[in-house]
């Protein structure tokens, strides 16, 4: 059976992985957007307000450059615990935006809040654990880039 808001929620998410760059996600609700990628692969996690949560995944340009997606899959929709909580360390986080180009062999990550980035480094620090700390265990298999042996970019 066809699951026609999984079909519309994954072609909102490819076009805006395609277009928006640097511009707001809020079109379509999306208050937050990270985007985890590793050489070619990335996985980008939408959040909204009300804790509704999708995760896209697939091929891109190098993580080296600008986020383009060349393939997408979409994980169902499902919710976080604390949206709340998420969201008051993303506000925090907003305070002092962190940006490190150093490249190493670790992902990177990018972290978009209320249209602005917020977060770009190849490495993780303590705050985005404390953000994700809640989250990496409620993302699906195959889309969970935080555990071990998931085809998501590993």
Partial sequence: MINIDRIIWTMIALTLCISCKDRSVNAIG??????????????SIYIDRDGRCQVIKGNG??????????SADSSEIFIIDSPG???????????????????????????????????????????????????????PEGYNPFRAGDSSIN
């Fill in 30 to 43: 999306f208050a937050s957007k990270t985007d985890i990628r590793s050489a070619n692969k990335y996985v």
């Fill in 61 to 70: 340009s190098s993580y080296f450059q600008e986020l383009r997606a060349l």
């Fill in 85 to 139: 909580i998420f969201f008051r360390t993303l506000d925090t986080m907003s305070k002092r935006p962190f940006t490190d180009s150093t490249r190493t062999d670790s992902p990177r990550i990018e972290i978009y809040y209320e249209g602005k980035k917020i977060y770009d480094a190849y490495k993780s620090n303590e705050d985005f654990w404390s953000l994700f700390r809640s989250v990496m265990t409620k993302l």
